[in-house]
């Protein structure tokens, strides 16, 4: 597949809405599950098994953000190796599922930023969670690149 490299002006102007009204649901329901994290059931889930309470940096996980984006990033990456495999990287539909809700859904810099907090509590845990964030992603990817079994 040869992408298009060269748009018109419609073609531009059509790719830009997409992308922004895909990003803009994308962004709109990652806010709502960010709401999530904020629940007692979700506090005391994540202390569970800890018997003298967790340390501080622990609390600072951006849990549900990791889980958004592994699920972000395995459901986009199934997505571009099935139904969107033949479409051109500048496909309206492509930018508005991928670039647009995908990349609105998942965000590894608000993740990142979270991680500041982490690091001014623990170094060492703050290095843990950045390489468990990069790892979980790379494996989500992966997952969503294998063939199903039948």
Same mark, same amino acid.
């Given at each position: 597949?040869?992408?298009?490299?060269?748009?018109?002006?419609?073609? &531009? !102007?059509? @790719?830009?809405? +997409?992308?922004?009204?895909?990003?803009?649901?994308?962004?709109?329901?990652?806010? /709502? =599950? %960010?709401?999530?994290?904020?629940?007692?059931?979700?506090?005391? &889930? !994540?202390? @569970?098994?800890? +018997?003298?309470?967790?340390?501080?940096?622990?609390?600072?996980?951006?849990?549900? /953000? =990791? %889980?958004?984006?592994?699920?972000?990033?395995?459901?986009?990456?199934? !997505?571009?190796?099935?139904?969107?495999?033949?479409?051109?990287?500048?496909?309206?539909?492509?930018?508005?599922?991928?670039?647009?809700?995908?990349?609105?859904?998942?965000?590894?810099?608000?993740?990142?930023?979270?991680?500041?907090?982490?690091?001014?509590?623990?170094?060492?845990?703050?290095?843990?969670?950045?390489?468990?964030?990069?790892?979980?992603?790379?494996?989500?990817?992966?997952?969503?690149?294998?063939?199903?079994?039948?």
């Amino acid at each position: 597949m040869r992408a298009n490299v060269t748009l018109t002006k419609r073609q &531009l !102007v059509v @790719a830009i809405a +997409s992308v922004t009204i895909g990003g803009a649901i994308g962004t709109l329901l990652r806010a /709502l =599950l %960010l709401r999530i994290q904020v629940q007692h059931w979700f506090e005391s &889930l !994540v202390d @569970a098994g800890s +018997s003298s309470g967790s340390p501080l940096w622990w609390r600072q996980i951006p849990w549900v /953000l =990791l %889980l958004i984006n592994c699920v972000g990033v395995f459901i986009a990456t199934k !997505v571009l190796v099935g139904p969107l495999r033949a479409h051109d990287p500048n496909d309206p539909t492509r930018l508005l599922v991928i670039t647009g809700f995908f990349g609105g859904l998942t965000s590894y810099s608000g993740l990142f930023v979270s991680l500041a907090a982490i690091w001014h509590l623990s170094v060492p845990a703050s290095v843990g969670v950045t390489l468990f964030a990069l790892l979980t992603g790379v494996a989500a990817g992966w997952l969503g690149l294998r063939r199903q079994v039948r």
